[in-house]
């Protein structure tokens, strides 16, 4: 029987199969709005049957978008967009995930296909808000925030969070990853604060405990955590902080940690491969005794109906390889003799033979 294909529950829900959609920037919204695009997008995942569609990271705060073109969660009209969205993947018989995200230092940046950088304020950018004032590679420096606006995120993200179950969101995804504002609160070599948001391990991870503390306050809904499980460097975030703080996330009501890596230094050495980012999600599972999701060049069945089989993650996150194919996990249950659910409008392409 395949692992990949069986149902998983979280905090009391139940999600299809295994095979989940990595949460992906479309950089095509207008003032925070999802639109046709982003209901194409994620429904086209949904009818490909997958368990899970997470979407985009989703700025809890207008400044916290990476790019103008993001997608919000921080007004009415957002919240609104995204209901038809949620109830469309719902009604596949997929459950639905908002990543919900800071950009930091990182925001006001170009959507890839129209340059690099900062986008300036004439065009349509702002003065993007960071832990401290060091650019990430060619961005625009940021503003610090100060330690009240600091103490003000975790609410920000709360309210956030409920607009986001208010509109129909099975599960919440804390973007706590890939060099956006929280994990540059974690890393020593972003964090240069000497307020009670910087120094040592405590310092650095106030901000994301705080967050998780808001956020479960507001909702019974299963939380996620994405973490850079490590800098890739010398001097910043560890593997060993990541295990650290995700046993504190878990105190505080995190239910499963979708461990990533890298993203708060510019071109650092990663030996990227197949299914380099596993033995990460293997150690934080290992250690923590909570759930994990793999991600990072999973594209085989096979692959990742390993990953899981062997007790390397409780699930995999896909991203380039459903771009490519998003039916993919149509197609690999039938590489691997496994049942999925398939529309009923497709039910007569069922057979590959
Ligand atoms: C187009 C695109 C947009 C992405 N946007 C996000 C994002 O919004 N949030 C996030 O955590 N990761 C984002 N990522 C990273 C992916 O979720 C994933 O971690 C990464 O692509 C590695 O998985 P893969 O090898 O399956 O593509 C993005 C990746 C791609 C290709």
Redesign the pocket.
């Known amino acids: 029987m395949s692992r990949l294909f069986s149902p998983i529950t979280v905090r009391g829900l139940t999600l299809p199969n295994r095979a989940w959609v ?4 479309q950089y095509s919204a207008t003032d925070g709005v999802p639109d046709d695009w982003h209901l194409v997008h994620l429904g086209q995942f949904a009818t490909g049957g997958a368990g899970l569609v997470m979407t ?2 989703t700025a809890a705060v207008p400044e916290g978008r990476i790019s103008p073109q993001d997608t919000g969660i921080w007004n009415d009209t957002q919240a609104e967009a995204w209901r038809r969205i949620a109830a469309f993947v719902r009604r596949q018989g997929t459950a639905i995930g908002m ?1 919900l ?1 800071h950009a930091g230092r990182k925001g006001s940046a170009q959507r890839p296909w129209e340059g690099s950088g900062s986008v300036p304020a004439s065009e349509g950018g702002w003065q993007s808000v960071g832990a401290d004032a060091q650019p990430f590679g060619a961005y625009a420096p940021a503003r610090p925030l100060t330690t009240d606006e600091v103490s003000a995120l975790p609410e920000a993200f709360a309210e956030a969070a409920r607009r986001a179950v208010g509109a129909g969101f099975d599960l919440l995804e804390l ?1 706590f ?2 060099g956006y504002l929280v994990h540059q609160f974690l890393s020593p070599l972003s964090n240069t604060r000497t307020d009670r948001y910087g120094g040592d391990f405590d310092g650095r991870t106030r901000l994301a405990l705080e967050i998780a503390d808001a956020v479960r306050a507001t909702t019974d809904v299963p939380l996620f955590a ?1 973490l850079s499980a490590t800098d890739w460097t010398d001097d910043g975030w560890t593997l060993d902080e990541s295990v650290r703080l995700a046993k504190l996330l878990a105190e505080r009501g995190i239910d499963l940690i979708d461990t ?1 890596s890298g993203g708060n230094v510019p071109n650092p050495d990663i030996p990227v491969g197949p299914g380099y980012q596993v033995p990460f999600a293997e150690r934080i599972r290992t250690e923590t005794g909570l759930p994990t999701g793999a ?5 085989n069945p096979q692959q990742a109906e390993d990953i899981i089989a062997d007790g390397e993650a409780d699930a995999v ?5 459903l ?1 490519r194919d998003p039916h993919w996990p149509l197609r690999a249950a039938n590489t691997l003799g496994a049942d999925v659910r398939w529309p009923d409008q497709y039910a007569r392409a069922k057979s590959w033979h």
Not at 295 to 299: F, Q, Y
Not at 317 to 321: D, N, P, Y
Request: charged share 10%.
């Open positions: 990595s949460p992906m920037c985009e990271a990543q995200g973007h990853a890939h994405r990533s991600v990072g060049m999973i594209t996150f896909l991203a380039r390889a771009l």
